[in-house]
């Protein structure tokens, strides 16, 4: 079985400050990582996903997360925040050959002027 | 093109009554999730269709909760005799093929309320 932890329910952070946002898991065997946004009223986004190769993944919107096998960390960040960011984040795992995606429970991250 | 859309946006239903939601997938896409979102609890997985294949039914969490796909494309998620515990956003993605790798595109949910 798998399990994904974000620590953190929720992260207030200033405008153009960095952030980082912890997710962890527990898993038997190999996963597939991905990070998904959600903006008020959306449906989920993919930010980015790992699946093997390069440790440090880069995203869109400026994210990027590093897939740390030895910790079974991947975290999610951002050297500089804006407004816009205001959203939440949600960690997921997938097995391969599995059908779904296992999500944690989300970060919601709030960006102060 | 269009994203995965869902209706109805939000529902408001009594206790024991019969709720229908309804996704359209991606065009072209063969796979489908519903997904569950509560408060607190994060996304919970429901059911997978692949294409003409039997659909893997194990995230159902109970056999009031119901959904078929027609035509390999739009999917329907039933909730019988409905119970304030359902009350939750009920999402649904698509993807190209299924595979693991994969990307899922989400649609904006039914938020769904028993009173």
């Known amino acids: 079985a798998q399990s994904v932890t974000q620590l953190d329910s929720q992260v207030p952070v200033f405008e153009e400050a960095p952030v980082e946002l912890r997710c962890n898991y527990s898993?038997?065997?190999?996963?597939?990582l991905f990070w998904y946004v959600q903006y008020p009223n959306q449906g989920l986004q993919l930010l980015l996903k790992?699946?093997?190769?390069?440790?440090l993944v880069k995203g869109i919107n400026g994210f990027e997360a590093e897939f740390n096998k030895s910790q079974t960390s991947f975290h999610l960040r951002k050297p500089s925040v804006h407004i816009s960011d205001t959203a939440e984040y949600f960690c997921?795992?997938?097995?391969?050959?599995?059908?779904?995606?296992?999500f944690g429970t989300g970060t919601r991250l709030t960006v102060i002027p | 093109g269009a994203g995965v859309s869902q209706s109805p946006s939000n529902k408001v239903t009594e206790k024991g009554k019969d709720v229908e939601l309804r996704c359209d997938p991606i065009?072209?896409?063969?796979?489908l999730y519903w997904y569950r979102q509560s408060l607190g609890q994060g996304l919970e997985f429901l059911i997978y269709?692949?294409?003409?294949?039997?659909?893997?039914k194990s995230g159902l969490p109970s056999d009031r909760f119901s959904a078929e796909r027609t035509g390999g494309s739009v999917s329907t998620l039933t909730i019988q005799r409905t119970q304030q515990e359902d009350s939750a956003v009920y999402l649904c993605?698509?993807?190209?093929?299924?595979?693991?790798?994969?990307?899922?595109?989400f649609g904006p949910g039914t938020r769904l309320l028993v009173l």
């Open positions: 993605a698509s993807s190209l093929a299924g595979t693991s790798t994969e990307t899922q595109y």
């Open positions: 898993s038997s065997v190999s996963v597939y």
């Open positions: 790992y699946l093997s190769g390069s440790t």
């Open positions: 997921a795992v997938r097995v391969p050959g599995a059908n779904n995606l296992f």
């Open positions: 065009s072209g896409h063969t796979a």
């Open positions: 269709f692949q294409g003409n294949s039997a659909p893997d």
